[in-house]
């Protein structure tokens, strides 16, 4: 039965009304240790949504997979233009996709060669004068795309990975949704024949995603500043679409919760539970597998949804392994005080000491994607002014201040930090720690990765 039916949500919300109500009580009362932190409606989100993540009985990879792909619909203040940038000529793009990774490899990893397939996306923008209720005129692609574009005021173009959706894995190993994402980036910059939009240059471009969508948002950064360390003397060209095309920077890349450590080994991922509705790691006692599906186990069998466990300590998997950040573009984070904001500071400061300008804010006590998930909040809706001022300023050549604060909860005082300084760990313990989480992978002594879903464009 469909679990998106009104009878399957009952069954499901049924059981879990003693917990809610508990809730509601302890937090009214101010028994609730996050009562000084979250209101009652955080606090009944983050719960409600733990219930369901962290249950005993996982859903099958593939029950999963089709419940993320259920289309809602559009409506409300927004043009969507639905578009599909077709597979390129040749294989010159997958080509040398594959021999960065294979460069980037210490010896031993397996990787997958992916297929070329069409890749979809979407056109976003605001539509004036029209309410959240009015929904999307009966138009064609081309039509909305025109009226989209009437509406914009901002040179500012996001690409946008999110999380969840296609390309999906485990069915499309790593690197197939890095090749989806560098397809996307050249498809804006040099459009494929019969594209609706002109050329993007990519100083008005910045990357950006939340959650897994941020990881291949900092992959695609890592897999352009590889290829300029590489071809320091002179520019590199690959063949796309018939012509000899450049790969440049984008002006930015802006991310909300990335998940940068496909290991999820960081102690935050344990210390930060208590804020978060992330299941943390399942330990060798409470041993969580997948039930067996058309999709999973993969043939040949592996332990990751994402990639060949071998690969997890890979720069373009975890960039959180990436050591080398030096002339990047600017870069600005969002994380609240969750399992995954450990990797973010690391990573945030390690590229704060290779000369890059960096934002960081941190946001208490706010769980993962906060700004998505809690959109009603004073501090998500700060969260998302500041991202948006920051992508204006890049786009527009200002110059970026390296800034680092904690937002507090609720009063949303900010306090500054270092940011060369936010790391919890040297680099050299985070690779440790990585390599360790991997061998244990590797050999059996830890279970398949929870699924956090993987980036769509």
């Not at 946008?160 to 390309?167: D, E, I, K, L, S």
Request: proline share 9%.
């Amino acid at each position: 039965m469909d679990g998106s039916s009104p009878s399957a949500m009952l069954r499901a919300f049924l059981p879990k009304v003693p917990m809610i109500v508990q809730a509601a009580v302890y937090h009214s009362l101010w028994l609730s240790p996050m009562s000084t932190k979250w209101d009652l409606r955080t606090e009944l989100t983050v719960k409600i949504l733990r219930s369901f993540l962290d249950s005993p009985r996982p859903s099958p990879i593939s029950r999963q997979q089709r419940m993320t792909l259920k289309d809602p619909g559009i409506k409300g203040p927004m043009w969507i233009s639905k578009v599909e940038f077709p597979v390129p000529e040749e294989t010159a793009v997958r080509d040398w996709l594959m021999s960065a990774v294979e460069s980037m490899k210490e010896g031993g990893e397996i990787s997958t060669i992916p297929d070329i397939k069409p890749v979809e996306a979407e056109w976003t923008g605001h539509r004036a004068g029209v309410d959240a209720t009015r929904h999307r005129p009966d138009l064609s692609e081309k039509q909305h795309y025109e009226k989209l574009m009437n509406d914009v005021t901002s040179d500012v173009t996001v690409l946008y990975f999110h999380g969840g959706a296609m390309y999906l894995a485990p069915q499309n190993a790593f690197p197939a949704a890095l090749l989806d994402s560098l397809i996307a980036y050249l498809s804006l910059l040099y459009p494929p024949p019969g594209a609706l939009h002109e050329p993007v240059p990519a100083s008005q471009v910045v990357f950006s995603g939340d959650s897994a969508g941020g990881n291949l948002a900092f992959s695609l950064l890592q897999l352009l500043l590889h290829d300029h360390r590489t071809s320091a003397s002179s520019a590199t060209t690959i063949r796309y679409n018939n012509r000899d095309v450049e790969l440049p920077l984008p002006a930015g890349v802006a991310c909300n919760s990335a998940w940068l450590d496909s290991t999820r080994s960081m102690p935050s991922v344990t210390n930060n539970a208590k804020y978060d509705y992330l299941p943390p790691p399942p330990s060798n006692k409470v041993i969580k597998h997948f039930p067996k599906c058309d999709i999973w186990p993969t043939d040949p069998p592996r332990r990751d949804l994402y990639c060949h466990e071998s690969m997890l300590c890979h720069p373009l998997v975890s960039p959180l392994a990436a050591k080398d950040w030096e002339g990047t573009c600017p870069v600005w984070f969002s994380y609240g005080t969750e399992m995954l904001l450990d990797e973010g500071q690391v990573l945030a400061s390690r590229i704060a000491r290779q000369g890059g300008r960096v934002q960081f804010e941190e946001y208490e006590a706010m769980p993962h994607v906060f700004p998505l998930l809690l959109d009603f909040l004073n501090c998500s809706k700060a969260c998302v002014l500041s991202c948006a001022e920051f992508m204006k300023d890049v786009v527009g050549n200002k110059t970026i201040e390296m800034r680092g604060v904690t937002v507090k909860a609720k009063t949303l005082k900010m306090e500054a930090r270092d940011v060369e300084k936010l790391a919890p760990l040297s680099d050299e313990e985070v690779d440790r720690i990585m390599r360790e989480a991997m061998r244990k992978r590797s050999f059996g002594e830890e279970t398949e990765t929870k699924v956090m879903p993987r980036a769509a464009l």
